[in-house]
């Protein structure tokens, strides 16, 4: 059983960047047709797709948003991080990494959308 788990700080300056990893235990990134997600919800809103990196290391960002992220691996570690720069306030909200069979490229998703979550980090944008 595929499992996921967020770690990174709580609190994060304005103007800095955040740095999320994303632990994966039970599946190797590397296994054919997986697609390793990070996702946001900030406070009151929906689910909002940030990007993705492939089975194969490919990169994929919402192109519905100004980009201000970068999605790395380590195969070795089987680990993927997030990284934002320049966050704002409006950058407050849950971050979670999801484990997708497909590739999807969208503004906003649903839960039902990925098939393994890890349980979310709570990241707060102040100084």
């Known amino acids: 059983q595929v499992q996921l788990v967020e770690s990174g700080p709580g609190l994060v300056n304005p103007s800095q960047t955040l740095s999320l990893t994303c632990t994966v235990s039970?599946?190797?990134?590397?296994?054919?047709?997986?697609?390793w997600n990070w996702i946001r919800q900030p406070p009151g809103k929906g689910l909002e797709w940030m990007g993705a990196?492939?089975?194969?290391?490919?990169?994929y960002y919402n192109p519905f948003r100004k980009n201000r992220a970068s999605i790395s691996w380590d195969t070795s570690k089987n680990q993927f991080t997030l990284q934002l720069r320049s966050v704002t306030h409006e950058d407050t909200a849950i971050y979670y990494c999801?484990?997708?069979?497909?590739?999807?490229?969208?503004?906003?998703?649903?839960?039902?959308?990925?098939?393994?979550w890890g349980q979310g980090i709570q990241v707060t944008v102040s100084s």
């Open positions: 999801a484990r997708g069979r497909r590739l999807r490229v969208e503004d906003t998703v649903t839960r039902a959308d990925f098939d393994s």
């Open positions: 039970g599946d190797s990134i590397s296994t054919w047709s997986t697609y």
């Open positions: 990196i492939t089975y194969n290391g490919a990169y």
